[in-house]
């Protein structure tokens, strides 16, 4: 400890590396124990606030044959004060230095994260490429949503999950003691035999080779015992299923402090441009009862004052209505609140926050994406005009006054008339504030609109799609700002560099390891922080190893291309989603999964049947 | 007249270890939660975001352990104190232990009443120091008139103050293995606010000792009031 606080005494928010927090682990170290350390590539207020971490921590803690612990980013003044004292980056829990794990396990929920997961293997004196880590180095893997896009890291990360994790970890682990205890451990043989689990992908057993115009030519599996087509993962009963009891309750002011329970998996919307709506298909809910049941033991174990629904589109669940009444009529007098994340603008929406805001009072965020009908509906974002308008004023009858409406810039087939639609918005919803009763106004109202830039995501139907360019994206920002001019209205964007560098590292091929580590090497890190950003480094970057940036994210591919990630398996077909595609540029629907199902090929390729089959029967 | 009567909790509390890096408002959240969790009948503010209203005896930095804090909280009945002081631990944070708890229903907040606390101040020396020397320069060292403190401030003009009116008495332990320790009486709260490393950075520099490391390890030991002219604790 006294060695320890020669640094903590010297940061700020010492808390961040101290752990020991309620319902955090501490175990005696055993023989035979396997240690696990969960990495998150970001400081500890992001990394907390994400669900599956703590999901994937505490499923493993319950086995006593198991120590899972947890490591974050540390933050510059941290990382000046390791390097100083000749120290490596240490376990939150034990304090470990993570060369002494089993397993080091990232968790990748965004593309401007990878410089960090190097920052931290630089931290841990841990060689960054795989090739070059011996049979006593932890075996190093990686999961979450950017894991179907493994390629940019391939060379880094030993193993990566595709897929739903919960079942998958343990097998894992239960792979790895079988071999210890039976001696047949090497790194490259229990790679060989985690490759042959499904939901499973190691890179280093795979080639690839490329065609002159730098497209992947082909792109195999070494050996004949390799599956070609790596199948994602998923917990097939849901309901009922495994949800820890409680989960940690994070110091510091974490993004999203209150607890979560997760009230489905999957999406039924089918929004085009959305990469986690197709992903995580089909749906799967867990039954009102189950999800009470589980929130009334969260609240007990963890005393947070508010809890959250969580899931892609929280109230598409059968039950939501049922689920807010009885949670609000047994938890008001408890000033325990509940909250949901961003909404879709319709009025079965404003029923519900009516009971929720009986509580706490939440702001309101709304996902309206685009700003004419014409391109919500090349998205297929199912929300009408009607909708829009009638659930505002809805909203300002019920006393809210503070909107935030939220969009996306730079989807396929925009144009600035689009773009104005945003603005005409922003200022019909002031309008429609003040035409409201007066009586039931209260003040002046505000209005935020942000916009993110539309970064197209591998699975998705825009798949093919040449992102916008800085300058494009850019002058579309100088656009909206010059035309939202009222008052009541705020705009904020998301940085067009930031996105260029996302769209790059989103759909990029092995080559950009290199690029990753170089860029790393000059001094890139914390990428998703404004104050680190540094796109000209990372342009240097590029230019330094001969590789085109914008290969891959302003280039238009054929459908005939072999993408990087063509060897996973979603699920969903390739044949879906160009179909998908040509409906978007002809402005055609697709209906929502619970009116029938379009065949997307989760039915066929991963479940063997119907997603609903009371309805498609 | 209505006489509307304010009860509260309190209680003292130790924050020790790696505990002693949580800063005041991360503490402040995790007491709550830890209240909610225990099912007390909590008084809430109103408003759009009610919370319970807790209040902390005396700030402590971010860095300094303790084993004697204090809060308190509105709560609208009494309950069975035992719920408090026998917590089951994994309730709590490590480092952090419920040690007494009592009801009251004072007017003044907590914060009002404190008058002393005591220090434990350990510092560690290039050289072993004769303790009989130490301690005589010690005894010089407080008898005089004034001891004159300046205050650094961010972008403002220093302050300077004599600090000889805030110390209470100051002993000197032990001076073994190149360490010192300290025991420190200072006025606090109301009574003016000192922090005791201040006096020993003060006496370090009257005395010539040569520090091996700048850091001053303190650790707060009770947080008292004035009764009658004499200091008792809190609680
Ligand atoms: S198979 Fe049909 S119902 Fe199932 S997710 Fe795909 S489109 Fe929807």
């Known amino acids: 400890m006294e060695k320890l606080d020669k640094l903590l005494r010297n940061v700020q928010n010492p808390s961040r590396y101290i752990g020991g927090e309620i319902n955090s682990y501490n175990k005696e170290i055993t023989e035979g124990m396997v240690r696990f350390v ?14 599956g971490f703590q999901i994937l921590y505490n499923l493993k803690n319950e086995r006593d044959d198991i120590f899972c612990e947890r490591v974050f980013s540390p933050w510059e003044d941290m990382e000046n004060e390791l390097r100083k004292n000749d120290m490596e980056l240490f376990t939150l829990e034990s304090k470990t230095p993570l060369k002494e794990m089993d397993f080091i396990g990232f968790t990748l929920q965004y593309e401007l994260s990878y410089t960090n997961i190097l920052g931290m293997l630089d931290l841990s004196n841990i060689p960054f490429r795989s090739k070059d880590r011996d049979d006593d180095m932890p075996i190093i893997l990686a999961g979450g949503p950017n894991a179907y896009n493994p390629e940019p890291i391939a060379e880094i990360i030993d193993l990566f999950v595709i897929g739903e994790g919960e079942e998958v970890n343990i097998e894992l ?227 809210w006054k503070r909107v935030k409406l939220y969009f996306m810039l730079g989807l396929p087939t925009e144009t600035y008339e689009d773009i104005q639609g945003i603005a005409d918005l922003g200022e019909k919803s002031i309008e429609m504030y003040y035409n409201v009763d007066k009586s039931l106004r209260k003040g002046k109202p505000t209005v935020t609109i942000s916009t993110a830039n539309f970064v197209p995501k591998p699975f998705t139907p825009f798949q093919w799609f040449g992102q916008d360019t800085v300058e494009e994206l850019n002058e579309k920002h100088e656009f909206l700002k010059e035309k939202i001019t009222n008052r009541n209205v705020n705009y904020n964007y998301h940085g ?112 063997g049947g119907d997603c609903y089959p009371e309805i498609n029967s | 007249m209505v006489v509307i009567v304010i009860l509260k909790l309190i209680v003292k509390y130790e924050k020790i270890n790696y505990a002693k890096y949580l800063a005041h408002l991360e503490l402040s959240g995790i007491i709550q939660r830890i209240l909610r969790r225990l099912e007390l009948p909590l008084e809430y503010s109103s408003g759009y975001n009610p919370k319970p209203q807790i209040a902390f005896a005396a700030p402590l930095s971010v860095g300094t352990s303790s084993k004697g804090e204090y809060f308190e909280v509105r709560i609208t009945e009494e309950f069975d104190l035992r719920k408090i002081t026998e917590i ?27 008058s002393d606390a005591s220090y434990i101040l350990k510092i560690t020396t ?63 709260g109301s009574n003016g606010n000192l922090q005791p490393d201040v006096i020993v950075k003060k006496f370090i520099e009257y005395a010539n000792i040569e520090l091996s490391d700048e850091f001053i390890n303190i650790q707060r030991q009770e947080i008292f009031k004035n009764v009658n002219s004499e200091q008792v604790p809190i609680i």
């Open chain 2, 88 to 114: 089951d631990p994994s309730f709590l944070p490590v480092g952090i232990k419920f040690i007494d708890a009592t009801f009251s229903t004072a007017k003044n907040s907590i914060m009002a009443i404190v």
């Open chain 1, 38 to 51: 969960l990495a998150f590539p970001d400081i500890y207020e992001i990394g907390m606030s994400y669900l």
């Open chain 2, 126 to 188: 290039e050289r072993q120091y004769e303790e009989d020397d130490i301690r005589e320069k010690l005894n010089k060292f407080l008898a005089q008139d004034e001891i004159i403190w300046e205050k650094i401030r961010r972008k403002k003009k220093p302050i300077t103050k004599n600090i000889v009116e805030f110390i209470n008495n100051v002993f000197l332990l032990n001076t073994n293995n190149k360490e010192m320790i300290f025991k420190i009486n200072v006025k606090t």
């Open chain 1, 173 to 399: 682990i239960e792979l790895y003691k079988l071999m210890k205890k039976e001696n047949t451990y090497t790194k490259k043989t229990y790679l060989r035999e985690a490759s042959k689990i499904e939901g499973i992908y190691v890179p280093s057993l795979y080639e690839v080779s490329y065609n002159k115009d730098k497209t992947i030519k082909e792109f195999k599996p070494s050996f004949e015992d390799v599956p070609k087509l790596i199948k994602k993962r998923i917990i097939r009963n849901f309901d009922g299923y495994y949800y820890p009891k409680k989960v940690i309750v994070p110091f510091q002011d974490v993004i999203h402090d209150r607890a979560m329970i997760e009230i489905f998996r999957g999406c039924t919307r089918g929004c085009r441009f959305c990469q986690a709506g197709m992903l995580y298909r089909p749906i799967r809910e867990r039954s009102k009862e189950d999800i009470l049941e589980k929130m009334d033991t969260l609240i007990k174990n963890t005393g947070f004052e508010e809890i959250a629904l969580s899931s892609l589109s929280s109230l598409d669940h059968s039950e939501v209505k049922g689920i807010v009444t009885d949670f609000v009529d047994k938890y008001e007098s408890k000033k325990v609140g509940l909250s949901l994340p961003s909404l879709r603008l319709d009025s079965f929406a404003v029923d519900i926050l009516k009971d929720i805001q009986k509580v706490r009072k939440t702001g309101l965020t709304f996902a309206a994406e685009a700003g004419t009908q014409r391109l919500r509906d090349v998205i297929n974002k199912g929300v009408t005009e009607e909708n829009l308008t009638s659930t505002l004023s809805e909203i300002f009858e019920n006393g």
């Open chain 1, 496 to 607: 067009s560099w930031e996105s260029s560098l996302e769209g790059i590292i989103a759909r990029g091929d092995r080559k950009l390891n290199e690029v990753i580590i170089k860029a790393y090497e000059k001094g890139c890190k914390f990428d998703a922080w404004r104050e680190y950003f540094n796109y000209d480094l990372w342009l240097e970057t590029f230019e330094l190893l001969n590789i085109d940036p914008y290969f891959y994210n302003t280039r238009t591919r054929d459908y005939s291309e072999i993408l990087p990630w063509d060897h996973l398996d979603c699920g969903v077909t390739k044949e879906y989603l160009i179909k998908e595609n040509e409906k978007a540029l002809e402005v055609k629907l697709t209906t929502d999964c619970r009116n029938y199902c379009t065949n997307c090929g989760v039915n066929k390729q991963i479940i």
